[in-house]
């Protein structure tokens, strides 16, 4: 379920700039930042002008957030420290891209990943989601205790690269997993100029150079043997042969190759990361566990999870929803102003970087009951509990920008969650540690122990 179809935020914003002292609370920064912007805005409202070692207008306020990506979305752009870092690891595919370049690619890649053609997709999230549930038999039977987070990354990033590169995928796995970390790692790294620089001789730095020169390697070999006979109708596929309409262009090896990078990185992350947090609320959550456990029996009976069968599962889709909310992956986002811009009657100059934390919009007391609490019935569609809150939940991003997977993702998540539900319950081990941090994505810091209780019935049995 996306929110509901409405254009203007309901609600206007009608408080004032606040200008907390300078360097107030920067200390923060380097503890977890979610927390950091938690506090400015807890002691001063939605909408600060702060001023630090790296400065910015902090936006918490649906009817703001909604005019920078969309109504006034022309003038900023991802120009700013945070994205500069990801630019150096993934280039400049779609996540990065700008202007007329990041038009051209949006255009050429949207239909490719538009509800219809994800669907062909369905059978590979499937059998990855059953293959590692099988793996797992021997970890339910002896009871053992496993940090379920390293597993929903493993499955995501295999439905990932299987997607992108079928089997070439399988022979690679290892390689792909130790790239995706080193990646990773950098990504995670204070967004400072000069260590940012990958022409800075930092371990971090130069081990993403050998990775990424590797990635390229390894990818220019299946360029080459699909452009040799053997082309396949993976993504990668689809990618070497999808047409510009108005120019007959297709991308270039190294548009791919970045493309590819990007997506995989952030696609994989993002929903391996959802899930473990399903994980987490559905074991301090029971009755919702068994509500999802009951839908999911009615639905499927004791057969495997199919394709039809999607659009039945209503209460699944809510309780992912809940955890977006609670726990967006991607929970801060940022942009940098092109030209001068007002914002609220607000003058901002060119080159000034406004933010927001989906963490605290997707929290805010004045468009959620409680907020946070764990609720999938706020995300009822026939009933929502907080009418007004839709440009309150935006997971995805919203407006041009918004997330080009999310089709995808919704589908990857309702598929392992039914997959894995079906067979096992997921508890909690007493021995797991729970702390949230907020990297590039919010994760809890330690992962997330668990145990597998095996129910009675196994589907396709
Ligand atoms: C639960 C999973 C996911 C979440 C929460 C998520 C979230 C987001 C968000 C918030 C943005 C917008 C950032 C902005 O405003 O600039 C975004 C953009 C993007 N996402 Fe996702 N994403 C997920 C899964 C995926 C997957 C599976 C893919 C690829 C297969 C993907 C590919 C992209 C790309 C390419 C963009 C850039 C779009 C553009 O700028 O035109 N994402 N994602």
Known sequence: MTPRNTTEPERPFTGRLAEP?????????????????????REHGDFIHYRGVIGFHLINHPALVHQVLKNTHRH???NSHVYNRFRNAFGDGLVTAEGESWKR?????????????????????????TGATERWSGRAANGEVFNIA??????????????????????????????????????????????SDLRFPTPLNLRLRRVLSEYREFLRDLIRERMTGDMKDDLLGV????????????MSEDEIAQEVLGMIIGGHESSSTALTWIWHELDRHPGVEQRLVEEI????????????????LKYANMVIQETLRLHPPFWFENRNTISDVELAGVHIPQGSMV??????????????????????????????ENPESSHAHIPFGSGPRV?????????????????????YRVIVDSSDRHEMAARVTMVPKYGLKVRLEPRSSTPGR
């Open 150 to 195: 390293r597993d929903m990354e493993r499955l995501t990033l295999e439905v990932a690269g299987r997607a992108f590169f079928s089997q070439a995928f399988d022979r690679t796995a290892d390689r792909i997993g130790r790239w995706t970390l080193a990646i990773n790692r950098y990504c995670a790294i204070p967004p400072l100029p000069v260590i």
């Open 239 to 250: 990618l070497l042969t999808t047409k510009d309409e108005d120019t007959g262009e297709v």
């Open 355 to 384: 933010v927001f934390s989906r963490y605290s919009l997707q929290r805010h007391p004045d468009f959620w009951d409680s907020p946070d609490e764990f609720r999938p019935a706020r995300f009822d569609p026939d009933q929502p």
């Open 21 to 41: 002292p300078a360097f107030h609370h920067q200390w923060m920064l380097a503890g977890n930042p979610a927390r950091f912007f938690e506090r400015l805005i």
């Open 297 to 312: 029996q009615a639905v499927c009976g004791d057969e495997p999870l199919t394709l039809e069968k999607i659009p039945q």
């Open 105 to 129: 690619q949006r255009k050429l890649l949207q239909p490719i990943f538009g509800p219809a053609s994800i669907r062909r997709f369905f059978d590979l999230m499937r059998d990855s989601a």
């Open 76 to 78: 900023y752009d991802k």
């Open 403 to 423: 997330c080009i997977g999310r089709h995808f993702a919704m589908m990857e998540l309702l598929v392992i969650l039914t997959t894995v539900l079906q067979r």
